[in-house]
C-alpha cells in the first residue's frame, strides 16, 4: 500500500545536522539559488560581483524593510534608540555576506556530511595540535560538514539564545595573490561553527564564522587562531576609530561585543575541529555513504538497494523530509576504551583514570622532502581498569574501603 507523504511530518528541525536544520531558512534558500545558478561554483569560484550584490540588493534592502517596520509600528523612540536597534538588526543581518558565499559553495559541492562518532571525538579532543600547520593541507572535498556530539558552551561569553556547539562547515577556497595576475593562487580556509539551542533547534541565525588566510598556514594552529582573531579584532577597532556618524559607531560596537563571544568560542572549539579535519585527511580511503541518524528504516533500504538516478531520487526525497546521508566516522573505536588503547600506570592503583594525550606526527615527504604529511598518534587511558564504565568526568575520586 503506497505511503501517505502528506501525513509525514518534516524531521528535520531537531535533526543532529545543522545542514538539515537549516534549509527551511531562508538565508539557505539564498545559498541553493547561488548554486543553482552557477553564481557560487563547487570549487569556490564565484561571480566577482557576488559580494555587491549581497550587500545592496539583500543586507541594505532588509534593513531598510526594518526601518519601514519601526516606522509603521508606532513605537516611540528616541534618535539614539532608533539607531542603535538599526545598528543591532544590520549586525545580525551581516552574517549573510560572510555565510552565503561558503554555504552555496557547500551545496554546489554535493553537501559532504560527516559524522564523528562519539568516542573519536572524546580521542580528537584528547589530541594535541603542538607544532602542526596547515601548509599542504589535503582534503577529500573542497567543502563539508562536520558532525559532532554536541558540546555545551560555557562561562560567562556566550552565544546569545545557543547553548551547544554541534558542528562545522569546512570550505576551502582559492584567492590570487595579486587580484587579476594570475600568477599565484593561495588558499582560504573558512570554517563556519553550527549551534543549537536547548530545544535542539537551528538558531534562526548561524552560529560563529571564522577563517584561516594564506599568511596564517604556516603557522602553528594555535599561532594561526589567536593571529586570525587577533587580525580581526585590530580591523574593527581601527574602523570604529575612524567613523564619525552614530550608526556605523553603534554598529560597529556590536561588531565588537560579538567578537568578544566569538572568542572564547573559537579557542575552547577549534582545536577539536581542525583535529578532526586531519583525522579525515589522515585517511586512505574514505567510509561509504549511508542513511544518518533517525532516518526510517523504510526509507534507509530504499536509498540502499536503489541505485544511479533512482538513488538520487530517494535522496532528495530523504532531504525533504528532514533527513540525509552521511559518512560515519570512527565506527572502529568501541564506546569504551579497547584494550590495545589502555595501559596502566606500572600498576600504581592511585593514579587516577585519565587520557595520555595524544598528537600528530609530521612526516617529510614528495620533491626534495618539501611536502608534509601528518600520522595520528592516539591518545591512551591509563588505568582505565578503575574506571570500567569508561565516564571522565573532571574528578573521579576512588572510594577507600571502609573497615567494618
Known amino acids: 500500500m503506497p505511503e501517505n507523504n502528506t501525513e509525514r511530518s518534516y524531521a528535520g528541525e531537531s535533526s543532529p545536522y545543522a545542514p538539515i536544520r537549516y534549509q527551511n531558512t531562508s538565508f539557505w534558500n539564498l545559498a541553493m539559488t547561488f548554486a543553482r545558478q552557477g553564481i557560487v561554483k563547487a570549487n569556490g569560484n564565484y561571480n566577482p560581483g557576488l559580494y555587491d550584490y549581497i550587500h545592496d540588493q539583500i543586507i541594505q534592502k532588509d534593513i531598510a524593510v526594518f526601518d519601514q517596520m519601526i516606522s509603521k509600528s508606532g513605537q516611540k523612540m528616541t534618535k539614539e534608540e532608533r539607531v542603535e536597534t538599526l545598528a543591532a538588526s544590520a549586525y545580525r543581518i551581516l552574517f549573510l555576506r560572510t555565510w552565503l558565499p561558503p554555504l552555496a559553495q557547500f551545496i554546489a559541492g554535493g553537501r559532504q556530511i560527516f559524522d564523528m562518532g562519539d568516542e573519536l571525538t572524546n580521542m580528537l579532543q584528547n589530541t594535541d595540535l603542538a607544532e602542526c600547520t596547515l601548509r599542504d593541507l589535503a582534503l577529500p572535498f573542497e567543502s563539508f560538514f562536520i558532525r559532532f556530539k554536541a558540546q555545551e558552551e560555557e562561562g560567562e561569553k556566550r552565544i546569545p539564545y545557543a547553548s551547544q556547539f554541534d558542528g562545522a562547515f569546512i570550505v576551502r577556497d582559492t584567492m590570487e595573490s595579486k587580484p587579476g595576475d594570475g600568477e599565484e593562487v593561495k588558499q582560504v580556509l573558512h570554517i563556519m561553527l553550527t549551534m543549537e539551542n536547548e530545544g535542539k533547534r537551528s538558531l534562526i541565525y548561524p552560529g560563529v564564522y571564522f577563517r584561516f588566510y594564506p599568511q596564517h598556514f604556516d603557522l602553528t594552529i594555535q599561532e594561526a587562531i589567536q593571529k586570525s582573531i587577533e587580525e580581526s579584532e585590530r580591523e574593527f577597532e581601527e574602523m570604529s576609530a ?54 526510517p528504516a523504510s526509507l534507509s533500504r530504499q536509498w540502499e538497494q536503489s541505485q544511479g538516478n533512482r538513488r538520487q531520487k530517494v535522496q532528495s526525497r530523504m532531504s525533504a523530509e528532514g533527513y540525509t546521508v552521511v559518512r560515519l566516522l570512527g565506527s572502529e573505536f568501541s564506546p569504551k576504551p579497547a584494550m590495545g588503547n589502555l595501559i596502566e600506570a606500572d600498576g600504581d592503583t592511585h593514579v587516577k583514570t585519565h587520557w595520555r594525550r595524544g598528537f600528530w606526527r609530521e612526516q617529510a615527504h614528495g620533491p626534495k622532502m618539501s611536502l608534509r604529511s601528518r600520522k595520528w598518534i592516539r591518545p591512551t587511558m591509563v588505568n582505565a581498569n578503575l574506571n570500567p564504565d569508561g565516564d571522565l568526568s573532571g574528578h573521579i575520586y576512588i572510594p577507600q574501603r571502609q573497615s567494618r
Not at 265 to 285: D, G, Q, R, T
Open 242 to 295: 575612524s567613523v564619525s556618524d552614530p550608526f556605523n559607531k553603534e554598529f560597529l560596537a556590536f561588531q565588537l561585543d560579538g567578537l568578544s563571544y566569538s572568542r572564547a568560542l573559537i579557542l575552547k572549539f577549534m582545536p577539536l575541529i581542525v583535529n578532526a579535519i586531519f583525522y579525515i585527511e589522515s585517511l586512505s580511503e574514505l567510509p561509504r555513504q549511508q542513511a544518518g541518524q533517525g532516518t
